[in-house]
């Protein structure tokens, strides 16, 4: 069975990949690699994975980053992977990154990105030659991931907004410049750590607009969105912090280059969706909680009266398919598995 | 004391009136009238009155609507207000309405409200010829509230829009078409009466799109924007419920008819609401909670790297600034007194 | 494969073990029957379910309860299966019943149950010559299930509390008369139909205390814990309402009969429950979220400074340990399965 | 108009208290003491407050603690008031303290405290000689407030239990040892530094039992209670940290010395409390929603069947009654005010 090394792993995008790893049939963690709490048993870190494992955390430096596995997951911050990625390259280790340290093609690329990072100082990458060796990991969008020995894992709203757009996109029926997206997200993203906007008493019951228009997952977003329409794309993008825990829903809003019926529309996402197990085209508009819990992205849609405008609503589960279960359904594809193995959760309602 | 007769006192929109009237020093309630819960005190019915009030709710066939008071206050759903206007104007009695009876100046707009509202079946008007003696009651706005006979309370999302969007409008810089808005509201605007949308298990942790394109309130907040601008004014607008109890944040995208820097933005804002009270003009992006419990709009915005593009983001309390606390607002202006009287209520936080 | 016909399939009690059904590796759905929604495919019932089943909801007159299936699982609320059970019996099918009609080996403690419950008016019980037959369904207490024709499926709270005090009631270190417990619940154990006590707006960021020393399942309860101790129990018990969807948090209080060490009562705790899978004893406190999403029950203690008395605290989520997953457990047990077939479910987190 | 200065004015205490004294017709607020964020407008660092004041924290360096104002009050941590205490005696300047210091008569009591205090190492008293002149605050059991140079504000969870067990110990109505509760607290009153334990992807739908017969404020709770029996008290207390912003209810389960019924025993709290106006004796159980925003202590009582055994349950706002809004009750007192100066607050419903 092969075996997953995970760097970062007492994290809460380390922490998905333990628990989905646990139940796989077959793949299996080889080690769980972090800074903190090291020589812990991660049941003690995570005391509801009591009775579930008895791994403990191992130190980076207690063991080889990339030895002993067949594959090495990054649930690291940005600009980790990069520094590991060389000698994985050379010694032919494949590698998954949760950051976005591969999910350009190119340095101009990742330095826009970098740019946008609140916490990126120096937008060069460190291991540029292998940027074409990645691929990005939308596995709805591409069939390169089985054969590539790079994935870079998708931001968590990338995969709303992506997915929310990309057969518009495809068509090319987007007006230009006329996208603007709202995206509201639960806690979960930001981490484990403590801080002043993930504190309790602030964060229940509000709603908090941050990053107005300078988030950085929108240049993967734009990137992505572009490369489909054979041009550019433009995403005006606000990211809303929300007094929940888990999800994402984008609400996308757009005008059309020709009029299109709803049902029209409807029908073509069903289309372009149709050999994707996760993505969901409803009839409805999709709730945050509909997918919580499960790896699915919901999808639906209205036209405008004059069906000259279109909004594009999708929910995810930001720790599931905006940030692990995505990772497993490519590490399923990297592996020659069927891409839903061990991912076939129901969303938790009510 | 003025004297204030309040109709639908007990539903969400009825408790916010009576609450605030208790500590009102200038206005005083003569009379709470409902049909449910008639013959029993409201602090029976809302507990946490206990000890704050002894009055008693009494059944409309009970008392005369408009006898032995000052003012009316109808805090009724849509259509009820109407069917008591004329005699209510005949003998001369002033009234404020919560519903969209008295929003619009015309048959014809009431028409378009109508059509949009999910439960008017009629689009007609019972009392057409006093609508031209009614006013929108957004005092920001007009100082026409003070001597107006008949006030229409504005919906709580047009509230928020509107103030969001006034500035921009009456300057003529909001490109046509262009504007949309994703509206983020608490569960409480939809009331008390137990419905599967406000189950808890259903709601709690969620958020929901609805009314997607069709949001009567959209037409209150164009007409008014309209108005401002000497023109028509189209806003897509897509509401989302989201589980928790108040509060709704307006978050509004739009392209300019000419570039603006952020920073002459604000300077405009600031002026144009120099004389406004309850508008709090924010450096930083206004969060629902920083309004909830007080009668304050926090609005920010920021523009695109090109000033091109602005987004606007407002926050209000949707049953203070949304509903009850503008009602007191207006009824301050129409009897007379500063508009902030026993509405100088800090928001709660945390 | 096992079929499994689910009578009151549209609740959250029948939607639980549909979720679960559909991933169960040995039994199978033969049938949803229900009242509310007949004709509808349960995936329109609950959109979350989209993608995962086809199966429609059928009108209990138009099949047979109990025909084609190997057991009936009644989902249902108090007094219905009671109803078909002669019929059942007579064919010679087993069932499991959700709520408290085979609770009891006797009319008289069914009546004392009965008399407790808010909406049982009539006392005595329509299947009287059955509940000698019937077992009570913990399977961390009994070998019987495996070869009952008729399971009673616990009480939510009678879960936490038995599973929480039967080791020190099985010792005799209770002290009569002494056991105060106060339980913490969400809402969901009060189900989907919308109701004042569940409505969002009043729920929200709420505690309500209800049932005061009155709640139906305590019957069951010292009923059980009464067997254990070869004698009577009594317990006083508080639940409380918590503006939470799923858990139930246990604390419970006693005087012991002699002095015991934590550690002495936390090793017994362990050996009590050593073949019990789905029993976890801590070292440090359970929490209400350290289960939700699972079927653990999570156990911990601690002894005042003197060791004269001791607080035992359980966490269940109420849905599943405490509905639907026991149900599913009993189900496992009584075709001879392992009691953990289908419900290998980490908690989730965050 | 007396003057009060505040000394830990950025905290979650000094919050309520400034914004009181906003409000407060008779007192104000001279100077806004802190370490943290010295030098900033209040404004900014709580930006709900935009708009109500200009005032500016000044650092602990830059003013003398005591000098120019009426009255000192400490928002602080335990263990800073004693600092400053015999300076502030010597100059007869009085003072009220937030926190342990001064809610103990002598040093062996105050050593019982800090010694079950989570982060007091030293448990000798550094002004104790003072101890003598300062009460222990709570308006509703002693008068000597309005003359004491010094104030004890009484802790959050002690506020509950006190005022929901006085009328009880007073009657010598408690059987000895036989006191359990369960105290319900949201996360506020751990302030507003980020912890683990206050994040919100831990706290969220979470409930966490935490120091289990030993929180410090059972001390002071014993203290006052036995007092007041004339004897000891003894009081077994699990605090539990629920997922919620505000409020703490608290569930009080004992053995009565004789039986009693409920009607009795509401009639004999009514009475106990009638000339206290925050204190309602309600006929059914209070919630925590109940009191939130105001200085209300809601609270109400069952007895067992055979009348020898009561439940009192109390709920407060943690940061009004159980802190701020029970200090200015203090401070009114302190300086011959009414005692409902400035804290006639309707709880915020819903």
């Given at each position: 069975m092969p075996r997953v090394q995970l760097v970062g792993a007492t994290g809460y995008g380390g922490l998905g990949m333990i628990e989905m790893l646990l139940q796989h049939p077959e793949l299996e963690a080889s080690a769980l690699i972090a800074r903190d709490d090291a020589g812990r048993r991660i049941a003690d870190v995570y005391p509801h994975l009591h009775g579930r494992t008895d791994l403990v955390v191992q130190a980076p430096d207690d063991t080889s980053i990339g030895s002993d596995c067949d594959v090495v997951v990054f649930a690291t911050p940005d600009r980790v992977s990069m520094g590991y990625a060389p000698a994985l390259a050379d010694a032919g280790v494949r590698f998954l990154d949760y950051?976005?340290?591969?999910?350009?093609?190119?340095a101009p690329s990742y330095a826009k990105y970098a740019a946008a990072h609140p916490s990126i100082g120096d937008n060069g990458h460190a291991a540029e030659a292998l940027l074409d060796r990645a691929i990005y990991g939308v596995p709805e969008l591409t069939d390169a991931i089985a054969e590539s020995p790079i994935v870079g894992n998708p931001g968590c709203f990338a995969v709303g907004i992506i997915l929310g757009l990309a057969p518009l996109f495809a068509d090319g029926l987007v007006e230009g410049n006329t996208v603007t997206v709202d995206g509201l997200t639960g806690s979960s993203g930001a981490g484990k750590k403590p801080a002043a906007a993930q504190h309790f008493s602030h964060l229940n019951d509000n709603v908090v607009p941050y990053r107005v228009f300078s988030h950085q997952h929108v240049v993967e977003a734009e990137h992505t969105l572009g490369g489909l329409a054979g041009g550019g794309a433009s995403v005006h993008f606000v990211p809303h912090l929300l007094g929940m825990t888990r999800g994402i829903l984008s609400t996308m809003h757009m005008s059309l280059t020709r009029t299109a019926s709803r049902e029209a529309l409807l029908e073509r996402y069903r289309e372009f969706f149709a050999d994707a197990p996760f993505v969901r085209v409803l009839d409805t508009p999709p709730t945050?909680?509909?997918?919580?819990?499960?790896?699915f992205c919901d999808i639906s849609l209205l036209t405008s009266p004059d069906e000259s405008r279109v909004v594009v609503m999708s929910s995810i589960d930001n720790l599931l398919k905006g940030q692990s279960g995505n990772a497993l359904q490519n590490l399923n594809l990297m592996f020659g598995y069927d891409q839903t193995l061990g991912l076939e959760r129901t969303p938790i309602y009510p």
């Open positions: 950051s976005g340290d591969f999910r350009f093609p190119d945050l909680k509909g997918t919580a819990g499960s790896n």
